[in-house]
């Protein structure tokens, strides 16, 4: 089972006995290097446009908060 939804800067997904919450980054207003764009676009020789993603936008936050924890096996094979 797999669900996302997102909602402004936050997504929430729910995985495998967990939920996990992410913060999607926002530029700093205050980069030098992008001035609060977030990055820069360029085109490449082949003619397509590309992204460069700036450092300010590395940072990005996850939380997993688990709903219950895993199975533990009480059975002992014989090996």
């Known amino acids: ?15 495998r006995r967990a939920i996990y919450l992410t913060r999607q980054p926002k530029a700093d207003p205050n980069c030098t290097a992008c001035h609060g764009d977030g990055g820069h676009g360029y085109v490449t020789e082949d003619g ?6 700036c450092h300010c936008l590395t940072w990005l936050r996850t939380w997993r908060l688990p709903l219950w924890p895993r199975r533990t096996i009480r059975e ?3 090996f």
């Open 1 to 15: 089972m797999y669900l996302t939804r997102t909602f402004g800067r936050w997504q929430l997904e729910l995985h």
């Open 48 to 53: 397509d446009g590309d992204w460069e993603d």
């Open 76 to 78: 002992e094979y014989p």
